[in-house]
């Protein structure tokens, strides 16, 4: 991981603070009046956004034609909606049945997006969290910011509401959250490989789905992320969409030095150029997308 006690180098900077087409918040009216702290930014997308999954903590039932809300990829769309069910500035909280439904990728980049759009270095992470369910680690994204003091800090914008701290008994600030608590994808595969943990504890436990294949397709995405591709929780493309017993030993290697990277959280001209110069890895144009409630699709990427 990079040094907390030095600045980031300027190119990793100027790369953290400028958006992705994804990161983009669009018309920058819209964020008149919006802090700078992170914590406060973090408090904003927790009043802004409900996952999907969570609205009976909230009082509601998300309805049916809402369901796929989660599905809209890019911030300045997110910040549409919003805007469109309440036009008040995004510094006033929603009630519940106003806010974006979205899921955990969508906490982790509307708190990326506001981030950079205030000056600080911000990308998210694809990975797993162990603090939802005992014994478990459960698919997950986080925000992480550059901290002056501690470097690369972990963020999960999700839980600041005590709904989410009471229901999984959060005992840690989800402004800094510990490493072992949300394990970036590389970190799992590594466990997995050569640490002995059992693969079928990551996953979708509510659905049943875990695995190598399911920590691999997250170690692609999480490189993905860290370059600023920031896709849907469960886009898939080549080496992502590839079955974990059918990969060769070359790929496995690769996946390996992605792996040690990831957990590393750099250096910077590693991670680009193991996603730039991989076909496998990198991020095309097109991606199959496996979603909850609208099957799987192919889905065009905005460039």
């Known amino acids: 991981m990079a040094d907390a006690h030095h600045a980031l180098e300027a ?6 603070l400028a958006h992705s087409v994804f990161s983009d918040p669009g018309d920058l009216s819209r964020l008149d009046g919006i802090p700078s702290d992170p914590a406060e930014l973090a408090l904003i997308v927790r009043n802004l956004l409900i996952h999907r999954e969570e609205t009976s903590l909230f009082g509601f039932t998300l ?9 809209t990829r890019y911030v300045s769309a997110i910040l549409s909606i919003i805007t469109e069910r309440n036009d008040t500035p995004l510094t006033v909280a929603r009630p519940p049945a106003k806010r974006f439904a979205g899921t955990c990728r969508d906490f982790a980049l509307l708190l990326c997006s506001l981030l950079r759009s205030t000056g600080t270095p911000a990308r ?15 698919d997950h994204w986080v925000a992480e910011y550059w901290h002056a003091e501690k470097g690369w800090t972990l963020v999960d914008a999700q839980l600041p509401a005590p709904e989410l701290m009471e229901a999984f008994k959060i005992s840690f600030d989800p402004m800094d959250v510990p490493r072992d608590g949300f394990l970036v994808a590389g970190k799992a595969w590594r466990a997995c490989r050569s640490e002995g943990a059992d693969p079928a504890t990551y996953g979708v436990s509510t659905i049943g ?21 920031e896709v849907l929780p469960w886009d898939g493309w080549d080496l992502a969409e590839r079955f974990h017993k059918d990969l060769h030993d070359s790929e496995l290697k690769l996946l390996d030095s992605v792996a040690e990277a990831e957990s590393d959280g750099g250096p910077f001209s590693l991670v680009r150029n193991l996603f730039l110069a991989n076909p496998g890895l990198r991020t095309p144009s097109s991606v199959t997308s496996h979603t909850t409630y609208a099957g799987t699709r192919t889905v065009s990427l905005r460039s």
């Open 11 to 16: 190119e990793e900077r100027a790369f953290y």
């Open 63 to 71: 309805p049916d034609n809402r369901k796929n809300e989660a599905e």
């Open 124 to 138: 998210i992470r694809c990975g797993f969290a162990a603090y939802f369910l005992t014994g478990l680690n459960e």
């Open 209 to 229: 789905l875990s695995g190598m294949d399911f920590v691999q397709s997250n170690v692609v995405r999480d490189l993905a992320a860290l370059n600023k591709v």
